[in-house]
């Protein structure tokens, strides 16, 4: 078992989603010690705060893998200047009930990728500003708000070589905060 697990939350359900995939290339750039497991988040009901008593089944499942792991990787599209709102809802769900936030304290990272010229740089800031709010300390520095174009991955999945160095150093720097906040 890897030292460091990383629930990754894709905030896209697209079939052939460029943030599934990124998600995915950015986990083969991690070193040997991480490992990364794409949670579910598209059978949870909406969010209703009448439910808190009694949770859906899928949203204990999403509580206990967020729990579990040591880390957290947002990956995220931009819908309209935000967060796509299926995203929110695991957001909201996995705070919930108020005390019991299976968020609070785990190091994230918050990446993206659009076809937008901005990349993801309003929706990771929304979703920044929500991630501060549940107490997650997330890395501020590199940023990465990726365009999606030819080359952005190579036929296995990896990262193209147009943003293999950028995003590698991204990594690294994932790695060492996700380490500085769990020792």
Known sequence: MNKYQIAVIVGSLR???????????LAKLA??????TQVRIDDLPLYNQDDDAHQAEAVKRLKAEI??????????PEYN??????LKNAIDH?????GQSAWAGKPA??????????????AQQHLRNVLAFLDVPTLGQPEAFLHAREGMFNDDGSIGAASKEHLQNWMNCFTR???????
């Not at 070193?31 to 990364?36: G, H, L, M, Q």
């Not at 200047?81 to 299926?86: A, D, E, H, L, N």
């Open 15 to 25: 079939k052939d989603s460029f943030n599934r995939k990124l998600a995915t290339g």
């Open 31 to 36: 070193p040997a010690e991480f490992s990364f």
């Open 67 to 76: 729990a579990a792991a040591q880390g957290l990787l947002f990956v995220t």
């Open 81 to 86: 200047r935000s967060m796509p709102g299926v």
């Open 94 to 98: 996995a705070s919930r009930p108020y």
């Open 109 to 122: 990272g918050v990446v993206g990728m659009s076809v937008g010229a901005i990349g993801t740089a309003l």
């Open 177 to 183: 905060f996700v380490k500085q906040h769990t020792a």
